[in-house]
């Protein structure tokens, strides 16, 4: 067989990827594994250890918590990216970075390929290889476990043929995902939308009703849109997330169950956990309200959408996803000052919010004796703002006014 060179594979450890260092050998290449440290739970050192055991010429192990949350997360967060209106990305979002580390580390071994261990009917795929593209398009880009149709079955016949051990522990039903941002869970019975995700699918939140029953509350401090602290403790991005998941999962806030429509043309039951996520874009957007101009605030709601999408189908190196993220910063060096959340049996609510950069005039807004309001301009501000509908009517006649048959009462 003839040798093709170095690839890098994104290697979590699990089945699939173990499989995918032997089966990428047989291929003739030589395998360096990269294995990124974005917040999941995981041993790393041990994960190294397998890869290099399963026969991996090197294997990297990169902690890249700090800059997920700085690049990826913050400027998310800027632009309260939602999938859908819904799905704060969590998974999406580590996508490009791990693309990055796979380019980096490719160049750095003088690969000719780097490889990952999606199937063909994610979005993951997608992602990987539009963002590898995109940073480096002479690198080719394999998907072992899209190209080797192997079933279950098939696959664990070849790992133990290959000394690859595998699990001997139950497998979990679902299919999981996790990182700093949130967890995904796909798969086993949460393939029929009717039934509820159970409470065995979910490990960063308690179930709601087992939550605390008096509520707690937090105050969260924000500079130019991003968190800077809780309850007055100023923390770093990392340990700011990790301990609203910890605080907000108790409380068994941040778990979204939806509909999602996949990029690849189905539609799919995802279920997430996303504590700190959901209380973060919350206390965020609410932020907005009060320093944003109107019109600033408008534009920018069109913009979150179109940039959620832009996360989701893996144009996050794209010129207009920088373009977008330009704005957003320039709008975001109001949106500082503190909002108060409260955290209670699965909800997050704002109830509280100040800022140096309000745009909310107590005299303005008053209906006592402070008001300052100007009522008379009030009279002729509407005749203004009325005359092209009142135009459009004379020239139009409404139809007679028409009313359901009431009883009349008085005349
Ligand atoms: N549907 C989500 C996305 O495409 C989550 C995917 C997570 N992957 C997983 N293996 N559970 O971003």
């Known amino acids: ?239 700011l997330i990790a301990k609203l998941n910890e605080i907000a999962g108790a409380c068994g806030v941040g778990r979204i169950d939806m509909i999602e429509d996949r990029l690849v043309g189905f539609k799919s039951r995802e279920v997430y956990e996303c504590p700190a996520a959901v209380v973060l874009m919350g206390a965020h957007k609410a932020l907005e309200k009060l320093t944003l101009a109107k019109e600033v605030h408008a534009a920018k709601a069109d913009m979150e959408n179109k940039y959620g999408e832009l996360a989701y189908v893996g144009y996050w190196y794209s010129p207009l996803k920088e373009a977008y993220d330009a704005f957003f910063d320039k709008a975001q060096e109001v949106v500082s000052g503190v909002a108060r959340v409260r955290l209670y049996k699965g909800q997050a609510v704002v109830v509280g919010l100040k800022s140096e950069n309000s745009l909310y005039q107590d005299d303005l807004a008053t209906y006592t004796d402070a008001d300052t309001f100007d009522h008379g301009s009030a009279k002729g501000f509407i005749n203004v703002w009325g005359l092209a509908v009142k135009t459009w009517r004379q020239v139009h006649p409404a139809e007679a006014l028409t009313v359901p048959d009431l009883k009349a009462v008085g005349q």
């Not at 997920?68 to 490009?96: C, E, H, I, M």
């Not at 990987?128 to 593209?133: A, I, L, T």
């Open 1 to 239: 067989m003839t040798y093709k060179g170095k690839v890098v594979l994104a290697y979590s450890g699990g089945l699939d990827t173990c499989v995918a260092v032997k089966w990428l050998m047989d291929q003739g290449y030589d395998v360096v594994t990269m294995t990124a440290d974005v917040g999941q739970v995981v041993d790393l050192e041990a994960v190294k250890d397998k890869a290099l055991k399963t026969g991996a010429v090197n294997a990297y192990v990169m902690d890249l918590r700090e800059e997920f949350v700085s690049d990826f997360v913050w400027p998310a967060l800027k632009a309260n990216a939602q999938y859908q209106g819904t799905y704060p990305l969590n998974s999406a979002l580590s996508r490009p970075l791990i693309a990055k580390y796979l380019v980096w580390v490719a160049q750095m071994e003088g690969a000719v390929a780097v490889a990952h261990g999606c199937t063909g009917k994610g979005q993951d795929q997608v992602r990987f290889e539009v963002c590898v593209g995109a940073l480096d398009p002479k690198l080719q880009v394999l998907a072992p476990v899209r190209d080797w149709h192997f079933s279950r079955e098939t696959e664990i016949e070849y790992a133990k043929e290959h000394g690859i051990p595998v699990p001997v522990t139950a497998k979990s039903p679902y299919s999981i995902d996790e990182n700093m941002w949130g967890r995904a869970i796909e798969c086993g019975v949460l393939e029929d939308p009717w039934n509820e995700p159970p409470s065995d699918c979910f490990a960063l939140t308690a179930d709601p009703w087992d939550a605390p029953d008096a509520p707690l509350y937090m105050e969260i401090g924000f500079e130019k849109g991003l968190p800077v602290s809780l309850d007055g403790a100023v923390m770093e991005g990392p340990a």
